[in-house]
């Protein structure tokens, strides 16, 4: 996909990020191709909503993030809003999403730029709300303590319909979950939980989670719930710390909605879209989850090995039995050919075709190193 327009989205904490930016920078400007910096505050200013920061950058066909996954959800929520590509530099601790490192991101960019490239899609979500959430005042500065400022609640898109019963329909495209938690600590938060428009059960929580394959590897994962193949489309609903015998996690399809309505007796809800806080519900308010329409679409420079990942990023080659019986030997071959009756199935790619990356991996010129660490210091 030859690119036109590039938005950037950068970890400005992360040394390497910064040193890498003006790889990506210079690069633009060799291709005569539009750069723009986006998803960027001070303490003090306002953050934008994903369209508005998408009208800023120009509308760009990619946006390059560099930093680890919780950036690259930044620039997700706003590639999302034009069908923009997102390509994930990897400079994070996990690394479920990013896709180079750093010091391959300018080989990465011709790749993307000439053609070598593909694009993977993603099942995302979105939503409905009994009303347009909100966050009053001082509770944002609370929550988000030594976090920076908030996105702002997000926007009604144009179909919603007044008075019509099925609430409002927010510009919501979450790739991960949308967690619905409660507030005062001392408090868990009551909700009527519905599967497909029909009641599963009450529940008092410390919070519950809808999210998606991409998203079970995330908070889902830390509440005790599954691992989805990111091929995969459901929605995985997973109760945290809830106060009843049922606590298991359960997994719809990406057309069955899950309403969550805050009880009567309940406290007040914080509503948070890929780990960003965007209203406070109010007991008797709801809000439904369902897959979205709406795909992201991620670059991949060559076969992702979504299981080899899992082994490492998880260091699962710690366990016991490797320790005693050594490595386990495989059993398909990815370097052959697949026989017939296995060529329809998704096989692992040979090793050395895999694409994991190396977060320390960053071998760039010397005075831009400098230069990034004197930016941050």
């Given at each position: 996909?030859?690119?036109?327009?590039?938005?950037?989205?950068?970890?400005?904490?992360?040394?390497?990020?910064?040193?890498?930016?003006?790889?990506?920078?210079?690069?633009?400007?060799?291709?005569?191709?539009?750069?723009?910096?986006?998803?960027?505050?001070?303490?003090?200013?306002?953050?934008?909503?994903?369209?508005?920061?998408?009208?800023?950058?120009?509308?760009?066909?990619?946006?390059?993030?560099?930093?680890?996954?919780?950036?690259?959800?930044?620039?997700?929520?706003?590639?999302?809003?034009?069908?923009?590509?997102?390509?994930?530099?990897?400079?994070?601790?996990?690394?479920f999403l990013t896709?180079?490192?750093?010091?391959?991101?300018?080989?990465?960019?011709?790749?993307?730029?000439?053609?070598?490239?593909?694009?993977?899609?993603?099942?995302?979500?979105?939503?409905?709300?009994?009303?347009?959430?909100?966050?009053?005042?001082?509770?944002?500065?609370?929550?988000?303590?030594?976090?920076?400022?908030?996105?702002?609640?997000?926007?009604?898109?144009?179909?919603?319909?007044?008075?019509?019963?099925?609430?409002?329909?927010?510009?919501?495209?979450?790739?991960?979950?949308?967690?619905?938690?409660?507030?005062?600590?001392?408090?868990?938060?009551?909700?009527?939980?519905?599967?497909?428009?029909?009641?599963?059960?009450?529940?008092?929580?410390?919070?519950?989670?809808?999210?998606?394959?991409?998203?079970?590897?995330?908070?889902?994962?830390?509440?005790?719930?599954?691992?989805?193949?990111?091929?995969?489309?459901?929605?995985?609903?997973?109760?945290?710390?809830?106060?009843?015998?049922?606590?298991?996690?359960?997994?719809?399809?990406?057309?069955?909605?899950?309403?969550?309505?805050?009880?009567?007796?309940?406290?007040?809800?914080?509503?948070?879209?890929?780990?960003?806080?965007?209203?406070?519900?109010?007991?008797?308010?709801?809000?439904?989850?369902?897959?979205?329409?709406?795909?992201?679409?991620?670059?991949?420079?060559?076969?992702?090995?979504?299981?080899?990942?899992l082994r490492d990023?998880?260091?699962?080659?710690?366990?016991?039995?490797?320790?005693?019986?050594?490595?386990?030997?495989?059993?398909?071959?990815?370097?052959?050919?697949?026989?017939?009756?296995?060529?329809?199935?998704?096989?692992?790619?040979?090793?050395?075709?895999?694409?994991?990356?190396?977060?320390?991996?960053?071998?760039?010129?010397?005075?831009?190193?400098?230069?990034?660490?004197?930016?941050?210091g």
């Open positions: 996909m030859p690119v036109s327009r590039l938005g950037l989205v950068v970890h400005q904490g992360r040394p390497l990020a910064v040193q890498a930016a003006e790889v990506v920078r210079e690069w633009c400007t060799r291709h005569d191709i539009g750069c723009t910096d986006i998803d960027v505050w001070k303490n003090q200013e306002h953050r934008r909503g994903g369209m508005a920061e998408m009208q800023h950058a120009g509308s760009p066909d990619l946006v390059v993030t560099l930093g680890g996954d919780g950036t690259f959800l930044r620039g997700a929520r706003i590639a999302a809003k034009n069908d923009a590509a997102v390509l994930g530099v990897d400079l994070g601790k996990v690394g896709e180079v490192a750093c010091g391959d991101v300018e080989e990465a960019l011709e790749a993307v730029h000439h053609g070598g490239a593909t694009i993977e899609e993603r099942m995302t979500l979105t939503m409905r709300a009994s009303r347009p959430l909100e966050i009053p005042t001082g509770i944002d500065a609370f929550l988000r303590y030594g976090h920076g400022p908030a996105l702002p609640p997000p926007a009604v898109r144009p179909e919603t319909v007044e008075g019509d019963g099925w609430g409002v329909a927010l510009d919501v495209t979450a790739l991960n979950d949308v967690v619905l938690e409660k507030l005062a600590r001392d408090h868990q938060v009551s909700l009527g939980v519905y599967l497909a428009g029909r009641l599963l059960a009450s529940y008092s929580a410390d919070a519950v989670i809808v999210a998606t394959p991409t998203g079970s590897t995330a908070y889902s994962f830390a509440a005790g719930g599954p691992i989805l193949s990111p091929n995969m489309e459901a929605v995985v609903f997973t109760p945290v710390a809830p106060h009843m015998t049922f606590n298991r996690t359960v997994v719809a399809a990406p057309d069955e909605p899950v309403l969550l309505r805050v009880l009567p007796h309940s406290g007040q809800a914080a509503v948070s879209i890929d780990g960003q806080l965007r209203g406070v519900l109010d007991p008797g308010d709801w809000i439904g989850v369902y897959g979205s329409l709406r795909r992201l679409r991620l670059v991949r420079l060559g076969p992702t090995d979504f299981y080899g990942r990023r998880f260091r699962l080659t710690d366990a016991p039995a490797t320790g005693i019986d050594g490595e386990a030997d495989s059993v398909f071959r990815p370097d052959t050919p697949a026989p017939p009756d296995l060529a329809h199935l998704r096989l692992p790619p040979p090793r050395s075709a895999a694409v994991i990356p190396d977060p320390v991996a960053c071998d760039l010129p010397a005075d831009k190193a400098r230069s990034a660490d004197d930016s941050v």
